[in-house]
């Protein structure tokens, strides 16, 4: 499956944004969807996912201030990302498990996008 983020850019501490990734393929509503970002020099790290019964996981870094959803008739996931810090600067990944219908970890991720950008001023 191809899969597109978008909605990455600059904003100021606090501040809100929403990234989008739109899913090609009929299927799109049995994958478990994911959000996961690098950090310059850092390691990826996950940051959310969401399974077809809309079912969330969230990193604890990012408790009560991200949330993961996904509208499977449009094909497409969403993480909508508020209170944000420097810290969330990072290239913002979505990847998809096609082979289960709940996440089961970044290993068993089939596809990955092309990463959208999200940096935060202080």
């Known amino acids: 499956v191809q899969l597109q983020a978008s909605g990455g850019g600059l904003v100021q501490t606090g501040g809100s944004l929403r990234l989008s990734c739109a899913a090609s393929g009929r299927a799109f509503s049995n994958y478990a969807m994911g959000w996961f970002r690098q950090a310059p020099g850092k390691e990826r790290e996950f940051v959310a996912a969401i399974s077809w019964s809309h079912g969330t996981t969230l990193a604890d870094s990012v408790k009560g201030r991200f949330t993961i959803s996904r509208d499977n008739a449009k094909n497409t996931v969403y993480l909508q990302m508020n209170s944000l810090t420097p810290e969330d600067t990072a290239v913002y990944y979505c990847?998809?498990?096609?082979?289960?219908?709940?996440?089961?970890?970044?290993?068993?991720?089939?596809?990955w996008g092309k990463g959208t950008q999200v940096t935060v001023s202080s």
């Open positions: 990847a998809a498990d096609r082979s289960s219908p709940y996440y089961r970890g970044p290993n068993y991720m089939n596809d």
